[in-house]
């Protein structure tokens, strides 16, 4: 498989785990963003494909071959850091040049791929200038060009827009994701930002504490959840979390607590039949919770939710609610026409075709 594949990988400093076993595959020309929290190894990972650090256990395979002896520069790999790493005595060309002078690639194949490059990301009227003249988005996309000139098998990028202003960061995902296009490389991305992961990637894996979670393209994993982290971790805002039991009602199971009661779809009752009677987690997702009362409501028929407008945020085209349902606090985004106000009651419905279920001990997902 001409792609990056690691197997059982694992990275100590001392008596610290940073990465366990981590076994994940990156296929020819995908885009892979590794995503979660701050610590959880990802960047570790990163910087093991990298050669910038040996694994304690395990190996790397770089287009069929494993390359965990391989010095960084022997693994055809080009890496693109937070801070960008401009030389700041260089202006734009010689930064762009540096690595390819080393290889002693000839000075027309050089002139080349810079000019190449730069075209491509509009650096061209920039040529001259040292890193202090440029802004955030420019030095991010000299940093860039450096990489592409190397024509690598894998580019790295370790979280290179967290320095960028929100607009900018947008409009710079925008063509990060238009570069891959085009370039058809391998892209291994890093970011703790779950928006950056769900519209970027071709598919995600998240990893928490040094373990991977879950794999699965973003719409996968936002829709099915391997376990209860991934559920809270991926979606904005994140998903409720509700302790409840299982019951059972006409053939359909029930969800409840003192404060919340929750009517699932009689096909979704197999699954919880091992759970009748216990206590589980009921995840809802924020979208999934609908204002009756909206004008023109058409919804699916849900269970009655009777609750307190705590806190509204206008977001624009969409508000956010905050609500007391009896002991519970819960998240539900609505359009803007909604006419709910603080310290209103309010009647809203939880669609429970989409409502997840988790096991309360092991955090896996039931449903």
């Known amino acids: 498989m001409q792609g990056v ?49 040996m694994p304690t256990e395990g190996q790397i395979h770089i287009a069929d071959r494993v390359v965990n002896d391989l010095s960084p520069r022997d693994r055809d790999v080009a890496m693109v850091f937070q801070n960008y790493a401009l030389y700041p005595h260089m202006n734009v060309y010689d930064n762009m040049a540096f690595g390819l002078r080393n290889r002693r690639v000839p000075k027309k194949e050089i002139d080349r791929r810079v000019a190449e490059a730069s075209r491509m990301l509009g650096l061209d009227g920039l040529m001259r200038r040292r890193p202090r003249e440029l802004s955030g988005g420019q030095r991010q996309r000299v940093a860039l060009a450096r990489a592409i000139v190397r024509e690598p098998k894998v580019f790295l990028m370790d979280e290179p827009l967290s320095n960028l202003d929100a607009k900018l960061r947008v409009q710079t995902r925008a063509e990060l994701t238009r570069l891959h296009r085009r370039l ?10 779950q928006s950056e992961a769900m519209t970027m990637g071709d598919r995600i894996a998240v990893l928490k504490d040094g373990l991977l979670q879950q794999v699965g393209t973003p719409l996968e994993v936002y829709n099915e959840p391997a376990n209860l982290f991934v559920a809270g971790f991926v979606g904005s805002p994140p998903m409720n979390f509700i302790n409840v039991r299982v019951g059972q009602e006409n053939g359909a199971p029930v969800l409840e607590n003192q404060s919340v009661r929750l009517t699932l779809p009689q096909g979704r009752g197999e699954a919880l039949s091992g759970y009748l009677g216990k206590e589980v987690i009921a995840g809802i997702r924020p979208e999934d919770i609908h204002d009756r009362d909206l004008p023109g409501f058409d919804k699916p ?17 969409n508000s956010l609610l905050y609500l007391k349902a009896g002991q519970e606090t819960l998240l539900a985004t609505v359009p803007s026409e909604s006419q709910a106000r603080v310290g209103a009651s309010v009647e809203m419905v939880v669609d429970g075709s989409r409502c997840h279920v988790f096991d309360k001990e092991t955090e896996r997902a039931i449903l």
């Open 184 to 193: 058809n490389v391998i892209t291994i991305y890093v970011t703790h930002d």
């Open 5 to 53: 594949v690691l197997k059982d990988l694992t990275k100590k400093f001392g008596e610290t785990v940073a990465v366990k076993d981590v076994t994940l595959e990156v296929q020819e020309r995908e885009f892979m963003v590794l995503v979660g929290p701050s610590g959880c190894g990802k960047t570790t990972v990163l910087r093991l494909i990298a050669g910038l650090e």
């Open 301 to 317: 028929e849900g269970s009655p939710l009777r609750a307190t407008v705590d806190v509204v945020e206008v977001l624009g085209a």
